[in-house]
């Protein structure tokens, strides 16, 4: 089947791509190309290294990215749409100049708030994705990841959000900090986990104060390096549990991402008494970016 | 003046020897093989590089040193000694074996709590300095750097003490995290480091939740680079005091450091109100080694 547009997630690190007829993917490609490790010059070749076969031999292929693509330090800056806002205006993108005439790129807009300070790019299209099945919801996503993401839903739009660093504070403490000698690259136990996640939770001071005593506990009581990966991941993800509480208090809490991430979420969330549950949201961009294509479409 | 000892101060980045005649330094000397730099036998000659021209025809050289180099990666491990106890036992020292027989080295033993699980290596020999000055001191003594202690003493004995991990946390946030890209090297801004800490001892959650709004700020705000890196030294400073209260409550707190250093953590002390001064404990060290040597003569 002939592709009339072509989906693009384009992150720090990963550039996913696929071909699609209306909604419906027909073929799917990925390279490591990732906004992170190229120059402004270099996104077009990265871009038809994947696609190129897809394009027609005349005629414009309409191309719609979401991501870090957009950063200042991408392909071509999108803006910010400030919050209070829906998460989606693809009338807003951005267009990228091309030499390659049968392109014609898009980039999203990403959201931002100002104050606290905050701003996402590619998150705000898996949302869109979310609410395109569910335009009802009235409730809190959370998105983890490198940066975490709380977001507050409401009527169709984005009422607030905030971020946190937790997955990258997790990987810089356990592969570069002191703590190394003791986690490196360690699975995390799932029982350190609960438990440290738990007391953070409670006190948020147990994670400014509870990190040395890893290095000291594999030092002096022969903590292992599970146990210990466990309990710094638990002290990070309890102390944003902690610090993110008027998201998930008292509102219905969905949080979205691969079943091992999203459980290290869920589970304390469910323990401390919250209406949460976690949904696998590989597939909530492409369904973002199909309902930006159906927006163009509607009223181009 | 012929040196009768030599004194060692035996870091992880840094070594440094004096030569002693009784209490008085004669000669004073460093290089950058500190412990982290060296394999087990790299550390007699990376001694011998400074003192050997110290060292007597004939007979041996008493030296004393204290610090990493008694880790399990050191030279040779010297056990941790429990608290409570003094700060010093040098009885307890550890010999490592020498092929120069003029060498007689010790190396004292570190301090450790077994719950909250905390060890030192190094500062219990400045607090033995400190001592030597003040034995009637009862307060408690915050020692900043990479990893800051806060040590509680009564009656010339550590009670206990407290590890926050708050200078490497602020070099691997500033240096690699996604706030590089704000921050880098970038000197501290006092205002807003003194509002970052204000807020992060009240409301311990603030360090948790503002650290991607400096990024954020960044982008949106033109949030300056010093501005920045005063506002996230303030965050971890801050989150730091708060979780450390019940060492610096009601209790005379003296900061040991290096002005500049010190000056970050006795300035939001002082303006909680707690009754803090600072030490620039340059020679605190070599204090406390000359304490340890003074106990050697005193009862071999």
Redesign the interface.
């Known amino acids: 089947m002939q592709p009339d547009w072509i989906a693009v997630d384009w992150g720090t690190t990963r550039l996913r791509v696929w071909a699609m007829s209306g909604a419906q993917p027909v073929a799917a490609r990925a390279s490591d190309k990732g906004m992170g490790g190229l120059t402004p010059e270099g996104f077009e070749p990265a871009l038809l290294e994947l696609i190129a076969d897809w394009l027609p031999d005349r005629g414009q292929m309409p191309v719609i990215a979401c991501g870090m693509v957009g950063a ?1 330090t991408g392909w071509a800056e999108a803006e ?1 749409r400030a919050t209070p806002c829906t998460p989606l205006d693809p009338h807003r993108a951005t267009r990228p100049p091309v030499r390659d005439a049968r392109l014609d790129p898009r980039i999203l807009p990403g959201l ?3 104050e ?4 996402m790019r590619g998150e705000e299209t898996q949302i869109a994705g979310f609410l395109a099945a569910q335009p009802d919801f009235d409730g809190t996503l959370c998105l983890p990841g490198t ?1 975490c993401k709380w977001v507050a839903i409401r009527a169709g739009r984005v009422e607030r959000f ?4 937790t997955g ?2 997790f990987s ?2 356990s592969r ?3 703590l190394r000698l003791t986690i490196g690259d360690a699975a995390t136990d799932d029982e350190a986990f609960a438990a440290a996640a738990s007391r953070a939770m409670a006190d ?2 147990a ?7 890893l ?3 594999a ?3 022969d ?1 292992g390096a599970e146990k210990a990966a466990g309990a710094l991941s638990g002290l990070l993800i309890g ?2 549990l ?3 509480r008027d998201f998930w208090h008292d509102r219905t809490t969905i949080v979205i991402g691969a079943p091992a991430l999203a459980r290290l979420y869920e589970t304390p969330l469910r323990a401390a008494g919250a209406d949460a549950a976690h949904l696998d949201g590989g597939e909530l961009v492409l369904a973002g970016l199909t309902a930006a294509r159906t927006a163009l479409q509607e009223k181009p």
């Open positions: 200042r910010y931002s708030q100002a606290p300070a905050d701003v940066h905030q971020t946190f660093m990258e504070l810089l403490i570069q900090s002191v948020p001071n994670a400014h104060a509870g990190l040395f005593a290095r000291a506990g030092l002096l009581h903590l102390a944003e902690g610090a993110a």
